[in-house]
């Protein structure tokens, strides 16, 4: 594809603009999504977009076609394509995340994982940590960021979802930290057992007949792999508590993130094992109980 195509006008971009506002407002997509776009593939600054300055400007370099974009805009708003896949990125924590349709976007509500991994009463700082079900590698780069000196283990049953986890390793010089595996839950880190410092899992929760409901752009777009938890939303955190015990060392702590009403059922969930103590749920921003941390007794 010759460079000329990716070279509009300022005021070409301009229009496009303006007509990709309208018809976010008529089919109830944020229209800030646009500028949110125009960000990511024009590499323009959100001073230029708010004072429109733009617009005089005789050539503006694109990442993809103005035709292609429009294309994808069609379909944020007739299929509900979720902005961040047609983007390829998406804002975490301090990091610019890769994604696409083979991973679940981070939620902001999920980086609070981060803080309480950091703030978790581990000695062992050092160690061995796990990211179960690592998707686009999100947890993985955050744990790796605030504990510097401690190995990150990375496992997802998608190869599709790995490459795009080790791209971001990579993108953001964290390769050398995590290490990454195909596989089941803890499966793939058996030579490990008994060693890890900490596990933080953000495992499917979505009860399988609650799915249909969701979004659209959830259901139609994100992966299922990632989103199904089962007839009650609680089979893989199940799983998670029954098989930790086994591959976290004595004070190792286990935390995941959940959905709205499980709190109660995981706090019985980790009582009933029998080999979790300190059993804590922690709210999110919007003041959900959403976050379980255990430490293994």
């Known amino acids: 594809m010759g460079e000329k195509h990716l070279i509009v006008s300022g005021l070409q971009l301009w229009q496009w603009r303006n007509a990709a506002h309208q018809a976010a407002i008529a089919t109830d997509v944020p229209p800030g999504e646009v500028d949110w776009l125009l960000l990511e593939v024009a590499g323009l600054d959100r001073l230029a977009l ?14 993809l076609p103005l035709e292609e974009l429009d294309q994808l805009w069609q379909r944020r708003l007739n ?17 610019k995340i890769a994604v696409s349709s083979a991973v679940l976007i981070p ?4 980086e609070s994982l981060i803080d309480l991994a950091l703030a978790a009463d581990v000695s062992n700082a050092l160690g061995h940590w796990a990211d179960l079900g ?3 590698g999100a947890i993985a780069l955050g744990l790796a960021d605030v504990l510097p000196k401690a190995t990150i283990h990375a496992v997802d049953y998608s190869l599709e979802a790995l490459a795009i986890a080790q791209v971001n390793a990579h993108n953001l010089g964290f390769a050398d930290r995590i290490r990454f595996y195909q596989g089941f839950w803890w499966e793939p880190l058996a030579l490990l057992k008994g060693q890890f410092s900490g596990m933080v899992s953000n495992p499917p929760y979505i009860p399988t007949s609650t799915l249909p409901t969701l979004q659209p752009e959830v259901v139609n777009h994100e992966p299922h792999l990632a989103l199904d938890g089962g007839a009650d939303g609680l089979d893989c955190i199940r799983h998670l508590i029954e098989i930790s015990p086994s591959y976290l060392q004595p004070g190792g702590v286990w935390l995941i993130e959940m959905m709205a009403g499980q709190a109660d059922a995981v706090r019985e969930l980790l009582q009933n094992q029998g080999s979790y103590c300190k059993i804590q749920i922690h709210a999110d921003l919007a003041g959900i109980e959403r976050f379980a941390v255990a430490y293994k007794s």
Do not use: H
Not at 79 to 95: C, E, K, M, N, S
Not at 107 to 110: G, I, L, S
């Open 79 to 95: 299929d509900r394509l979720p902005v961040q896949y047609i983007a390829g990125v998406t804002p975490w924590r301090q990091f």
């Open 50 to 63: 708010r004072l429109e300055s733009f617009k005089n400007w005789p050539q503006i370099q694109l990442q």
């Open 134 to 136: 690592t998707g686009s």
């Open 107 to 110: 939620r902001p509500e999920t």
